[in-house]
Each structure stands twice: as C-alpha cells, then as structure tokens.
C-alpha cells in the first residue's frame, strides 16, 4: 500500500530563509506527486505536481520540488520565504493505476518577522 | 467562475441526527471525492466517485454514504452521526484520467464544511 510521511509537523523560518518541508513516499512503481497548500479556513489548493515529465517541478509562489526516485523523496522548497507562504502543506501521492489520491498528515509553516 | 461549492459550511448537531452536506461542482468533472481532515492525520479519503452511479470506498467509510445520481452533485450523508464524527470535511473534483495522457488531474477543493456531533 502507498504512504506518504512528512517529517516535521511544524516547520518555522525567519523571512527570507530557504524554506524546505520534506516529504517521503512509499510504492513499489513511481507514482504521481503533488503538493497542497491550504491557508486557514480555507480548502486545499495544487502547488505542483509532478507526473514522471521532469524530475524537477516548479509550482506556483515560487516554490518547487525535486522528484528522486532513489530516495523516495519529494521534497518542497523555496527559496526566500514570505510572510504570505504561513500555511498547511500537504504532500500527496497518487498510484498510476487508478484515481485515488493518499495524504500526508501536513506540515504546518510559520514564518517569522 | 470555476468552483466546487458545499453546504452547509458550519454545522452543529446531535448524536443520532441524520445529516446531508451537500457537494456541487460546475467543471462537469467526473471525479468527486469526500475527505475528512482530523489534526495529525492530514486528509483521509471517505468515499469517490469516478462518475454518475459508481461510487467506491475510501479508507475511512464507515458511518457514510453517499450517491452520484448527478454528475456535478456527490452528496455525503451520515445516517446517524456520532461525536467521533466530528471533523472538518472536504469534497473534491477532478477530471477523470488528464484527457489522453492518462495523467492524473488537479483536485479542486470545496472550502470545507465543519462538523460538530454533540
């Protein structure tokens, strides 16, 4: 069965710092991956996706994601962050067989004056 | 304007009361899909649906139903809520299979509707 672990519940950097949020999966095929934001009291909305074109995604609000198949890893970063980027963020992972989406359990971002 | 719509967005009930929260989307999606979002456990998926009259379990189903008689409409109904039910709930659309790339698609997310069972 696929997962996805996000290390780092709550994450917090300074304005203007490299922002990193890490995300693992796990499947035996390469999936398709995406990340979500979700700013409070609000749904989720599509950062990026990545779906085997290239291994590096660049999303919307200047941030992106390096797909490496060898580490499992899906990784999101920007880097200077804004106060405006204080939000949820949700990495996915979707099989390639069927349509059905598994989350992370998020991890939350502060970002400090 | 391109969105998924829920109502209501608050609700506050008590055990046993049967609810419906209902979920539109004007995209002509085929894809529709329930969440519950718990802290800690991020998104669980409830029920989908890849269109009209199929429906397939999620990982989180019981205690839920749902229907698919319309394409831009996937009601959620609890029968009879309980307080662990209490969460805040997401519905979802996308279009079924990204056209001819057979890509996976970008979910649109309604913005919430947040239970209380008492």
């Known amino acids: 069965a696929q997962s996805v672990t996000q290390l780092g519940s709550h994450v917090s950097v300074s304005e203007g710092a490299l922002v990193l949020l890490r995300c693992n999966y796990s499947?035996?095929?390469?999936?398709?991956l995406f990340w979500y934001v979700q700013y409070p009291n609000q749904g989720l909305q599509l950062l990026l996706k990545y779906t085997s074109a290239a291994t590096l995604v660049k999303g919307i609000n200047g941030f992106e994601a390096e797909f490496k198949k060898s580490e499992t890893s899906f990784h999101l970063t920007k880097p200077s962050a804004h106060m405006s980027d204080a939000a949820e963020y949700f990495c996915a992972v979707s099989p390639t067989s069927y349509d059905k989406v598994i989350f992370g359990p998020g991890t939350s971002l502060s970002v400090i004056p | 304007e391109a969105q998924v719509t829920q109502n209501p967005r608050y609700l506050i009930t008590v055990t046993g009361k049967k609810l419906t929260v209902t979920c539109s989307q004007n995209m002509n999606h085929e894809y529709m899909s329930w969440y519950r979002q718990d802290p800690g456990l991020g998104l669980r998926q409830i029920y989908y649906s890849m269109n009209v009259e199929v429906t397939d379990k999620g990982d989180v189903p019981e205690g839920y139903k749902v229907s698919r008689k319309e394409k831009r409409n996937f009601p959620l109904i609890l029968e009879s809520p309980s307080p662990n039910q209490t969460s805040l709930y997401f519905c979802?659309?996308?279009?079924?299979?990204?056209?001819?790339?057979?890509?996976?698609?970008?979910?649109?997310f309604g913005p919430g509707t947040r239970l209380t069972v008492l």
């Open positions: 499947s035996s095929v390469p999936p398709y």
């Open positions: 979802a659309s996308s279009s079924s299979r990204g056209g001819s790339s057979g890509r996976w698609n970008e979910q649109f």
